[in-house]
């Protein structure tokens, strides 16, 4: 491979990436690399498949950086813990809108990045079935830039990646009975 079909590769190929883990921060490093991308002019899609019922400081945030990044709140919200007061059918519905969605922007040939957020704990939940995901990830064009977040990547798709981070918990404020806070935790 000559120098010129090397930068080829270099430029068209496509990443599959992973932030997973029990730890914090899969969602916040996302979000990082879609800044990352914008200061390249790059075109991001964000779809979010779980967190959708609390206000998030990402969501103001994610407004300073259009035209170049489009975010969707899909989710309904986190599916059965703290106050979720939705039924598993209204979760599958949205995660199902969501899916549909991550599938059209990912196929659209609009955007260089396009991060599927929370989408591993979709399927954990049995949101989203594990064919839906292999969908998403065999029909991921060949030049886009696909990553997937979540706890508890199956091995089959850490196996298919290029990249996966795993997040550590090492040391939590809640272990020290320090509540979430506004600008570090939401």
Not at 89 to 117: F, G, I, P
Not at 137 to 166: C, F, M, Y
Request: contains cysteine; proline residues 2%; negative net charge.
């Amino acid at each position: 491979m000559g120098e010129n079909d090397s930068q080829k590769l270099q430029e068209t190929a496509g990443l599959l990436m992973v932030y997973t883990g029990n730890g914090k921060g899969k969602t916040t490093a996302s979000l990082g690399m879609a800044v990352r991308a914008v200061g390249y002019d790059w075109k991001v899609c964000i779809v979010q498949f779980i967190k959708g019922s609390w206000k998030y400081g990402e969501l103001d945030g994610i407004k300073r950086l259009e035209p170049n990044v489009e975010l969707h709140v899909m989710g309904k919200g986190f599916v059965g813990i703290i106050d979720d007061d939705k039924s598993l059918k209204e979760h599958r519905s949205a995660a199902r809108n969501a899916y549909e969605t991550a599938l059209k922007k990912m196929l659209s040939n609009e955007y260089q990045l396009v991060v599927l957020d929370e989408l591993n704990v979709a399927v954990n939940l049995n949101l989203i079935t594990r064919d839906e995901l292999e969908e998403l990830v065999t029909r991921k064009p060949a030049n886009l830039h696909l990553l997937i977040t979540g706890r508890g990547a199956s091995q089959w798709l850490i196996d298919q990646a290029d990249l996966v981070t795993e997040m550590t918990e090492i040391k939590h404020p809640y272990q020290q009975g320090i509540q979430a806070q506004q600008g570090v935790d939401f």
